[in-house]
């Protein structure tokens, strides 16, 4: 699979800006996905120069939201070649090679991530196909292994449910809807595998007891062994995005 990149130039006032030029944009606009990452959206029809122009226009509006985005936003892990990442059935290994784009692979238990040399590693559009690349490794190995594994587990404490779907959860591991869907998170692929159990256990408890009352954590725990509170504290320790 490969991604493709933007144009980089680097402009004095803001920094490095990333140019996108395709017949999908229908006005120039610029987006900040962090404080490091500013692009900008070039319609058919716009030339570079005067993107460059606008981006130095919008100049102190720039600073002004990077600045607030860098008082709330998290730190990012920084993935290169010294990254150990691994999940359930798979481990991240990050080359750089002479090429114009960054090529993804999957095969054999490793995530094989390969980018331009030309280009440093920290630069957000590849930090962006690193990430892109981890999600979609999780995703499918979350599609084959979590509906199977809830089912076993609802076999064996009795549950039943309508059915699960595997989604990219930004701030919850699962939920359980009214109906007893179970949604749960592609990034369960990560946590140690008493811990994934764990959060299975807890949607699968909420087909019976809706809400976080005694009835519920007294019904965990009995599926949990006794470690329920235990579980959930250990949870704390995990975030559901890539940091």
């Given at each position: 699979?490969a ?14 800006v990333?140019f ?10 610029i987006k ?41 936003q ?6 290169d ?8 059935s798979?481990v991240?290994k ?9 090529r993804?692979?999957?095969?054999n ?6 980018y331009?040399?030309?280009i440093?590693v920290?630069?957000?559009p ?5 990430r ?6 999780l ?8 509906p199977q ?5 609802a076999r ?12 990219n959860l930004?701030s919850?591991?699962?939920?359980c ?6 949604n ?8 140690p ?6 959060v ?5 408890c ?11 954590w007294?019904?965990?725990d009995?599926c949990?062994?006794?470690e329920?509170?235990?579980?959930d504290k ?10």
């Amino acid at each position: 699979m490969a991604v493709d990149l933007p144009v980089v130039y680097s402009i004095e006032s803001v920094g490095e800006v990333a140019f996108y030029k395709g017949r999908r944009y229908k006005r120039l606009s610029i987006k900040l996905r962090s404080k490091d990452d500013i692009r900008v959206l070039i319609p058919p029809g716009c030339s570079m120069q005067s993107a460059i122009d606008f981006v130095e226009e919008k100049s102190d509006w720039i600073i002004k939201a990077r600045r607030k985005m860098a008082e709330k936003q998290p730190v990012a892990t920084l993935f290169d070649e010294s990254t150990t990442f691994s999940s359930r059935s798979f481990v991240l290994k990050i080359e750089k090679a002479e090429r114009s784009d960054v090529r993804l692979y999957l095969y054999n238990g490793v995530l094989k991530v390969i980018y331009p040399e030309h280009i440093p590693v920290s630069h957000p559009p590849i930090q962006e196909a690193i990430r892109y690349g981890i999600e979609e490794a999780l995703r499918r190995e979350a599609k084959s292994y979590l509906p199977q594994r809830l089912q076993e587990l609802a076999r064996q404490f009795g549950f039943s449910y309508r059915a699960v779907f595997i989604k990219n959860l930004k701030s919850r591991w699962g939920s359980c809807s009214g109906l007893n869907n179970i949604n749960l998170n592609l990034h369960l692929m990560r946590l140690p595998g008493r811990l994934t159990d764990y959060v299975l256990l807890h949607e699968l408890c909420h087909t019976i007891e809706k809400n976080h009352g005694p009835n519920f954590w007294a019904l965990l725990d009995r599926c949990c062994r006794g470690e329920a509170r235990k579980l959930d504290k250990e949870m704390k320790g995990y975030r559901t995005q890539l940091y």
